[in-house]
């Protein structure tokens, strides 16, 4: 087998999705799992819904994804020249014909096709015409009318198609612009692919891709068409669903490991295993365990594995990752080597499920003044607890430093002498550092704080309790 050579051939017009994202992720490791070349074109010859914008998206998401494209991207709108010498060929060895049937009258012969329950198809009017170039004209091929294509898909197995399903399908649109399927063939066969890896929608493309090859006197790639993905209903994946952008869960803090991880296993498998590693990934990767029936996608599995990798990642490393969701939150966290920001990336690390999740669980770090979260305010910061509260920030005053132990026995001795539970001090506290119920440890975090910031804070708690009762 000559070197592998695998493409991803968006069209730019809309952003990266998980299905594109899937397609692109499956032919790049088969790629690199063949020692091969993975490709980046665009499909652009659609010139008003082609945006550079989605170009740019494309790209960028790929990147993220660490899907690097070793060849390209190729644009097919700086290719026609190509496209119109391949075209001249077919037409001059009789494959092809210029057609001048008015739009308006194919497409009042299909709405009859369809009112009568047939299956629209050009009913071959220009065929044998002899027809030349010309304004208006189209450029169809002549597909064969007997016989069948058998398409050997590495997923799914022989798929037979009848020509008689198939027609004269348009090559070449009045204006020079090749169609889909000539223009996605002629690069296919001069950019040397050997396997394309697509969605399962397009199967019915192939056996018309697989004729122009043959036409061309040339051997067709080997084609995979996987299963498309489901939303959680069971319906084709959507919008609707809560399916983002690539970016936008970028956006919303998942990793690129988690993203990668998560699409690997959509639709491919491997025993049970469900954590891959890039290399395990390329190692691993192989047609033959793609499944033959569609994936489910299930925005629960992508937050948990997503929480996997966060908790697995670098501590230094995802301060880096979390600092401009801080930025976002209108924080500025102090720099990544400072040993404080670093404890309290990891003092919310076991539990942050995204990016966002961990800015959001660590900005009373580095708010100057703490915001109550109104319910917590008033059930924990009552004249009740005043008096234990105010007799806490005297002896923290006069402790030396804000060790564990040392923190831990001075919230007992106190709590013992108030006749309280540890908690019923603790939850206070925690609302007059954090502004909520629910955060680290109250020890870890007093020390992540500081003397300073804590003392200031139970004051300002303190006063707060105060002007409520006043108010
Ligand atoms: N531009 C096509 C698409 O985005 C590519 C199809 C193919 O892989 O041949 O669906």
């Known amino acids: ?32 799992h063949h020692g091969g070349v993975f490709l980046l074109r665009f499909e652009d010859t659609d010139r008003e819904r082609s945006k550079q914008e989605y170009v740019d998206s494309i790209k960028e998401a790929l990147e993220w994804l660490e899907l690097f494209w070793d060849e390209g991207p190729y644009f097919q709108t700086q290719r026609l020249e190509v496209y119109a010498s391949y075209a001249r060929k077919l037409f001059e060895e009789g494959k092809a014909y210029y057609c001048e049937c008015p739009p308006e009258l194919l497409d009042k012969k299909r709405k009859q096709a369809l009112a009568e329950g047939r299956k629209p198809k050009y009913d071959g009017t220009c065929r044998e015409k002899g027809l030349g170039p010309g304004p208006g004209r189209v450029l169809r091929f002549k597909c064969p009318q007997v016989g069948t294509t058998v398409v050997e898909d590495l997923i799914r197995g022989p798929v037979v198609f009848d020509h008689q399903e198939l027609d004269d399908f348009v090559l070449m649109r009045p204006d020079g612009v090749p169609t889909y399927q000539f223009a996605v063939v002629i690069d296919d066969l001069t950019m040397g692919i050997t396997h394309v890896i697509r969605g399962d929608d397009h199967l019915s493309n192939t056996p018309k891709q697989i004729l122009l090859f043959e036409a061309l006197g040339a051997t067709p790639p080997k084609y995979a068409h996987v299963p498309m993905i489901l939303g959680p209903d069971g319906t084709r994946l959507s919008k609707r669903h809560g399916a983002l952008s690539i970016l936008a869960y970028r956006d919303e803090g998942y990793l690129p490991q988690a993203m990668r991880n998560y699409l690997v296993r959509l639709g491919w498998s491997y025993g049970d295993q469900e954590i891959f590693t890039l290399d395990e990934m390329i190692e691993k990767f192989d047609l033959s365990r793609v499944s033959k029936s569609p994936a489910r996608f299930d925005p629960d599995k992508l937050l948990a594995l997503n929480a996997h990798y966060i908790r697995q990642e670098d501590t230094t490393r995802l301060a880096e990752m979390v600092r401009p969701f801080l930025e976002k939150l209108g924080v500025t966290p102090p720099p990544t080597e400072d040993p404080k920001f670093l404890k309290a990336v990891e003092s919310v690390k076991p539990r942050a499920r995204t990016l966002k999740e961990m800015a959001e669980m660590m900005r009373f770090y580095f708010v100057p003044e703490v915001e109550y979260e109104e319910k917590a305010a008033r059930k924990f910061l009552t004249p009740e607890i005043a008096p234990a509260l105010k007799e806490l920030t005297k002896r923290l005053e006069a402790l030396p430093s804000f060790e564990e132990d040392s923190l831990e026995k001075l919230f007992r001795d106190l709590a013992a002498e108030f006749q309280l539970k540890l908690k019923h001090i603790a939850q206070p506290v925690r609302v007059a550092l954090t502004g909520r119920t629910v955060s680290p440890g109250l020890f870890e975090i007093m020390d992540i704080l500081g003397k300073e910031t804590v003392l200031k804070r139970l004051r300002k708690a303190l006063e707060y309790i105060e002007e409520a009762q006043n108010g």
Do not use: E, I
């Open 1 to 32: 087998m000559s070197k592998v050579k695998t493409r991803f051939p968006p069209s730019p017009t809309g952003h990266l999705h998980l299905g594109g994202a899937r397609t692109a992720l499956f032919n790049w490791l088969f790629a690199k």
